[in-house]
């Protein structure tokens, strides 16, 4: 977790720690910020929102698609910021709102050790879109904290997989598993979908 046996869940900077895990809209003249859509307040686990938001269109409305490592999938509405949908992707066990007991002051949950499905995981690199359907390569792999400072993971033990959302309501089109974690982004060529998987194999899915 952030921070150390001191300042468990990240208590050396108490509050929701504004514009980290966050998308920021800024004025391309001035760059000045119009809006900032903070998806994940107090961030206790290192999950970054870290992928390249996608732009795109649904109807006549402009979209911005982005993930990361929370292990969601969100369009937010690029002339408001307002999250139009939010899909979950890959694996959760339940830890999912430990930054909000941070939040309310509670540092010393949940106790030791724990074991997140995430860190490294969820959405580790970028997605492609096409055709009204946005494609996320997706890690999954357990990261067991023994204590605030020490975390063990087994990468190899890791699974993924590839998960195609349709881009107007966020729903699942389809999902292929995969035995390895995809850390090679996801690319579209005609009807096909690739990416790479930690063993070192090219996936094609359609």
């Known amino acids: 977790m952030a921070g150390d046996e001191q300042v468990p869940l990240g208590s050396s900077r108490p509050g ?5 895990n ?28 870290q992928l390249p938001p996608i732009l795109t269109k649904e109807g006549s409305r402009d979209l911005v698609l982005v993930a990361g490592k929370q292990g969601y999938v969100y369009a937010i509405d690029a002339g408001s910021g307002a999250i139009t949908w939010k899909t ?14 941070a939040l309310k002051g509670e540092y010393n949950n949940p106790k030791h050790p724990v074991t997140c499905c995430r860190r490294p995981r969820g959405v580790e690199t970028q997605m492609a879109l ?27 033990k890791g699974t993924g997989a590839m998960v195609a959302l349709n881009v107007s309501d966020g729903s699942l ?16 060529s005609n009807d096909l979908v690739f990416t790479t998987t930690f063993e070192g194999k090219v996936i094609a899915s359609t």
């Open 130 to 156: 096409a055709d009204g359907v946005v494609y996320a390569p997706i890690v999954n792999i357990a990261s067991v904290f023994k204590t605030q400072e020490k975390l063990s993971l087994d990468i190899p």
């Open 88 to 101: 979950s992707v890959g694996h959760h066990n339940g830890h999912d709102h430990d930054n909000e007991l």
């Open 22 to 49: 966050a998308l920021v809209k800024l004025n391309r003249n001035d760059g000045k910020m119009i809006w900032a859509r903070q998806v994940l307040p107090h961030d206790v686990y290192d999950w970054d929102l």
């Open 16 to 20: 929701p720690n504004p514009q980290t």
């Open 173 to 188: 089109k389809w999902q292929r598993d995969l035995p390895q974690p995809a850390y090679g982004a996801a690319t579209v």
